[in-house]
């Protein structure tokens, strides 16, 4: 079993700043790319940033200088700092992890349960 735990969402207001915190736990074996997405009611859920297990971040063009994704590999775990919120930023923030729960196991996708941000205007 894996699970993803998400913490630091909440209300803010423009200009304001919050971090978010998605910790893995359980049967795992190694864990490749680990990102942060968002979703707003009845919008498809869009990547917000993705950090691999080794190179280069990836940030929409939305977040970028704003947003900065970091990991610490031996707690599992990735955090978003976001700076500079702006109300648009408003959405349910989901981690991902695409891990391996075993060494001959294929890469599989694991999801959070989400956390709300709210950017007040």
């Known amino acids: 079993q894996v699970q993803l735990v998400e913490s630091g969402g909440g209300l803010v207001q423009a200009g304001g700043s919050l971090r978010l915190s998605c910790a893995a736990s359980?049967?795992?074996?190694?864990?490749?790319?680990m990102g942060w997405y968002r979703q707003v009611p009845g919008k498809q859920r869009e990547l917000v940033a993705t950090?691999?297990?080794?190179?280069?971040?990836y940030y929409a063009d939305s977040v970028k200088g704003r947003f900065t994704i970091s990991r610490d590999n031996a707690k599992n775990t990735v955090y978003l700092q976001m700076n500079n919120l702006k109300p648009e930023d408003t959405a349910v923030y989901y981690c991902?992890?695409?891990?391996?729960?075993?060494?001959?196991?294929?890469?599989?996708?694991?999801w959070g349960q989400g956390t709300q941000v709210t950017v007040s205007s």
């Open positions: 991902n992890a695409r891990l391996r729960r075993r060494s001959f196991s294929r890469e599989e996708d694991y």
């Open positions: 359980g049967s795992i074996f190694s864990i490749n790319a």
């Open positions: 950090i691999p297990s080794g190179g280069s971040t």
